[in-house]
């Protein structure tokens, strides 16, 4: 009706949605709703939608993806590791300037069809096809007959919590730099640039035709295309026009880590003009920066600062190409003050932290992942035979993690909601030591050194030396922790520890 004051649209998924109002995507946030322990902490974001809605006749949709919550996940190619299903919630609050309110949800009234999103997932890219667009369909005029009743899934929305900021984000575009075509005979565009995200391109031709893109990082020695070391994800982006006018297109719930695209497919010319690499990755403020008179350091610095880019989507992760793409916590534990020099990393690592908390085993254990997608999952994985958890450096980061960004950001806040969670992996440490060395089925210990024998990744540093190395080091700023906190009783029992 008339007058309205303001309009504020609450939203999640259970998987990765875009949702739109009147024809326009809400928001400018990318990967919705993110990675969290789902089944204990799933995320909603909240947009003001006032300049969207009007008088009259409205319309409000989302478009599904399976991301992260249903899509294959994991070196283990696991499927369905939170649900089989993919699902909307959805709230849109309108207030009138008379006080009045009109509230808007997610039930039985909505409709569902299929998308022209065929196939969408992390590793291996997105299959489109633009000929099965239904025009308008997020429009008030659309003629829904044709499309089916949704279902309700049940889930527990005790675990829902708001999240404040820190969202994923198209950040920066570069244009592609160089066309080459390989010995083999291959056609490859060169964007200058290792990073994570996805191409932007346009495209002219008739219905039917294809483009097809294989992402990549690096040629050969020979100078042809590399994939040995994406192991088995796609990275493949397989779009079909609808025909006529130019096109323009960019996946829609995936990302891929390249600095190369091989053109498999494309109708007419390939000029680089239509080409555009966009870096994709949550939104933090550059805090520092590095320059000397070294031309090799600087570049060093460069590097670093992109792979920073690369793996922080949304949860800190180790690589952002092959079939991995978790969050190891040795890699996020290790890099986490350097990342804060770099960039305002505090509600990134805060949000990531929630997921650590709420990863811990009963009796203290930090998993090697997380979010965890290993434990308790079937299959003859060399990792689950021998333990999914509570390695030394790896599970420390729920004591070192909280600790930096204490001496990075001087809040304390962190410090409290983590206090339990660092208290108890220390008591894990605990109960597992002999005479003060502690051990834990699988460790890692001085992981890929350099002295490793050929053929394995353990280095040649013994392992009892790094773990009650570490044991030591969590021990006391835990004790540190304690003190600052004012828990006498705690700060006097771990510094005698």
Not at 35 to 51: A, C, E, I
Not at 112 to 121: C, I, L, N
């Given at each position: 009706k008339p007058g309205i004051a303001k309009a504020v649209v609450h939203s999640t998924a259970l998987g990765l949605y875009k949702l739109y109002i009147n024809g326009t995507k809400v928001g400018d946030d990318e990967m919705t709703?993110?990675?969290?322990?789902?089944?204990?902490?799933?995320?909603?974001?909240?947009?003001?939608?006032?300049?969207?809605?009007?008088?009259?006749d409205n319309a409000i949709g989302a478009m599904l993806g399976a991301g992260w919550f249903k899509g294959l996940m994991g070196f283990m190619d696991l499927r369905n590791l939170y649900g089989d299903r993919t699902a909307l919630l959805c709230q849109l609050e309108i207030t009138y300037t008379d006080g009045s309110r009109d509230?808007?949800?997610?039930?039985?009234?909505?409709?569902?069809?299929?998308?022209?999103?065929?196939?969408?997932?992390?590793y291996d890219g997105e299959i489109y096809d633009a000929r099965l667009e239904q025009e308008g369909w997020n429009r008030p005029d659309f003629d829904d007959s044709a499309w089916k009743p949704v279902d309700i899934v049940d889930y527990d929305l005790s675990v829902l919590t708001s999240q404040p900021g820190c969202r994923v984000k198209q950040i920066e575009r570069i244009t592609a730099k160089e066309l080459i075509i390989t010995p083999k005979g291959e056609t490859v565009i060169n964007f200058g640039q290792n990073?994570?995200?996805?191409?932007?391109?346009?495209?002219?031709?008739?219905?039917?035709?294809?483009?097809?893109?294989?992402?990549?990082?690096?040629?050969?020695?020979?100078g042809n295309v590399y994939l040995a070391n994406l192991r088995k994800a796609k990275q493949t982006v397989d779009y079909t026009l609808k025909g006529g006018e130019e096109e323009s297109f960019h996946p829609n719930f995936t990302f891929q880590g390249f600095q190369y695209i091989q053109i498999v497919e494309y109708p007419g010319e390939i000029k680089l003009e239509n080409f555009e690499a966009v870096a994709v990755h949550s939104d933090m403020l550059p805090t520092g920066s590095f320059e000397?008179?070294?031309?090799?350091?600087?570049?060093?610095?460069?590097?670093?600062?992109?792979?920073?880019?690369?793996?922080?989507?949304?949860?800190?992760?180790?690589?952002?190409?092959?079939?991995?793409?978790?969050?190891?916590?040795?890699?996020?534990?290790?890099?986490?003050?350097?990342?804060?020099?770099?960039?305002?990393?505090?509600?990134?690592?805060?949000?990531?932290?929630?997921?650590?908390?709420?990863?811990?085993?009963?009796?203290?254990?930090?998993?090697?992942?997380?979010?965890?997608?290993?434990?308790?999952?079937?299959?003859?994985?060399?990792?689950?035979?021998?333990?999914?958890?509570?390695?030394?450096?790896?599970?420390?980061?729920?004591?070192i993690m909280p600790w930096t960004m204490y001496l990075m950001f001087g809040d304390t806040r962190v410090l409290e909601e983590q206090y339990d969670t660092m208290k108890a992996w220390i008591n894990f440490m605990r109960n597992h030591s002999e005479n003060g060395i502690w051990r834990y089925r699988l460790q890692f210990g001085d992981w890929v050194a350099l002295d490793a024998e050929e053929g394995s990744y353990f280095g040649a540093t013994p392992t009892d030396l790094v773990t009650t190395a570490y044991y030591a080091y969590s021990t006391r700023l835990f004790a540190k922790t304690a003190k600052l906190l004012g828990r006498q009783e705690d700060y006097e029992e771990y510094s005698k520890l």
């Open positions: 709703p993110g990675w969290t322990s789902y089944h204990k902490h799933l995320l909603y974001q909240t947009y003001d939608v006032t300049h969207l809605v009007h008088s009259g509230v808007i949800v997610t039930d039985r009234t909505w409709k569902g069809a299929d998308a022209p999103v065929r196939f969408s997932e992390i990073l994570t995200g996805w191409v932007h391109f346009k495209v002219k031709g008739k219905a039917g035709d294809r483009v097809v893109l294989k992402h990549f990082e690096v040629l050969d020695k020979d000397c008179s070294n031309p090799d350091v600087n570049q060093l610095h460069h590097n670093i600062r992109w792979s920073m880019k690369g793996n922080f989507l949304d949860v800190p992760t180790d690589c952002p190409q092959r079939n991995e793409r978790v969050g190891w916590t040795g890699d996020a534990q290790i890099f986490c003050r350097t990342a804060s020099y770099l960039m305002n990393t505090y509600n990134f690592f805060s949000k990531w932290l929630r997921d650590v908390k709420a990863d811990q085993t009963p009796e203290g254990g930090i998993p090697h992942i997380v979010p965890d997608i290993v434990t308790g999952k079937p299959g003859d994985d060399w990792l689950l035979s021998q333990g999914t958890h509570s390695a030394a450096a790896w599970a420390d980061v729920i004591t």
